[in-house]
C-alpha cells in the first residue's frame, strides 16, 4: 500500500540576527567529500565504564543510515555526542568538513543543521498542528520578535506543504494533544524538518506505533532521503528491513558489523551478541 508522502523541496537560504545561533545559508555546509558526518575514535567514560570505546562511523550526505544494537550498545551515547549533549574524552566528530562538533554547543549544533527526535514524542499538546508547525517556523526566536510575529503567505505556504509531507494535512486544526501516537510522531517530526535540517537522529521512531503508522513511517522516511541525512536508531528489524540500505551495529561503544542488512543478519558475531540464535 502507497500512502503517498509529498517529497520536500531543497531548502533556500535562511538569515537570522547578529548575536543569535542561525542556520547555515544553503549550500555552506562543506559536503564536497560527499560525507555529511565524520566520528573518529569516539570515547565516553562514565565512572569507568566506556559507553563508547573508539567509536568511529561516516554518513553520506543524504544517506538513510539504520543503526542497531542490544541494550548499552552506546547509540544513544552516540547521539548525545553528535548533539553536543556529551563531550567525548578522546576523538573527533565533524559535521561537513569543517565543522568540529566537539568544540561546539548544542544550539549552535541544531542551528547548523543537525536535528533530533527522542523516543518520546514531545509536542505542544493544547496548541492545534497547525500551530505547532507555526512555532517550529525557523526565524528569530527572541521574545520580542515572537511577539510581532506573525503568520504570512509564505509561511502558511510551508506549513501546508509539510502537513502533507507528513501526512497530517487533515488533522491540523486538531489539537495535538488528540492525535494518536503515531500522528505525534509524525507532527514532531515535521516540527523538526521546519527547522530545515541537514542531518535528522531519529531515536526509535516507531516505537508503539501500529503496523499501518509504522508502514507510513517507512514511506515518509525512504521520501526524505537524498533531500536530508538520516540516522535511524531502530530495534523494529522489519522496520529496519523496510528502509535499510546500510546498517551499523554497535556493541560495547564501538561498530561490530556494518553493511547490507543481509549480511549483517548473517554475521556471527551479530548473531552472537544481537540477533539471538
Not at 569516539?42 to 542497531?68: M, P, Q, W, Y
Not at 523516543?119 to 498542528?129: G, I
Not at 527547522?195 to 509504522?214: F, K, S
Not at 525512504?222 to 533531500?227: I, M, V, Y
Request: hydrophobic share 40%; glycine share 10%; net charge negative.
Amino acid at each position: 500500500m502507497r500512502f503517498g508522502f509529498a517529497k520536500p523541496a531543497p531548502s533556500g537560504p535562511v538569515s537570522g540576527d547578529a548575536g543569535y545561533a542561525r542556520p547555515l545559508e544553503s549550500g555552506t555546509l562543506d559536503v564536497s567529500h560527499g560525507v555529511i558526518l565524520y566520528l573518529e575514535d569516539i570515547t565516553v567514560s562514565f565512572d569507568g565504564f566506556k559507553a563508547l570505546n573508539g567509536l568511529s562511523l561516516s554518513i553520506d550526505d543524504g544517506e538513510l543510515r539504520c543503526i542497531i544494537g542490544p541494550n548499552g550498545a552506546g547509540k544513544t551515547t552516540m547521539m548525545d555526542c553528535i548533539t553536543g549533549k556529551t563531550r567525548p574524552d578522546r576523538g573527533t566528530a565533524f559535521f561537513g568538513q569543517s565543522l568540529d562538533l566537539t568544540r561546539m554547543r548544542e544550539p549552535e549544533i541544531a542551528a547548523a543543521g543537525i536535528g533530533r527526535k527522542f523516543q518520546k514524542p514531545t509536542v505542544f499538546e493544547r496548541h492545534s498542528v497547525f500551530d505547532n508547525f507555526e512555532l517550529a517556523l525557523k526565524q528569530d526566536k527572541r521574545v520580542r520578535a515572537t511577539l510581532r510575529a506573525r503568520v504570512d503567505d509564505a509561511a502558511r505556504d510551508r506549513i501546508s506543504t509539510m502537513l502533507q509531507r507528513v501526512g497530517l494535512a487533515p488533522q491540523a486544526d486538531r489539537l495535538a494533544g488528540t492525535l494518536s501516537h503515531g500522528e505525534k510522531q509524525w507532527l514532531e517530526i515535521g516540527m523538526l524538518l521546519m527547522q530545515e535540517p541537514r542531518l535528522l537522529l531519529l531515536d526509535e521512531p516507531v516505537a508503539g506505533m501500529t503496523d499501518e503508522e509504522t508502514e507510513r513511517t517507512a514511506e515518509l522516511f525512504l521520501s526524505l532521503a537524498g533531500h536530508h541525512s538520516l540516522v535511524v536508531v531502530e530495534h523494529d528489524m522489519a522496520f529496519v528491513a523496510s528502509i535499510a540500505r546500510t546498517v551499523t551495529v554497535l556493541h560495547e561503544g564501538r561498530v561490530l558489523a556494518e553493511g547490507g542488512l543481509e549480511s549483517v543478519q548473517n554475521d556471527p558475531q551479530v548473531i552472537e551478541v544481537y540477533l539471538g540464535r
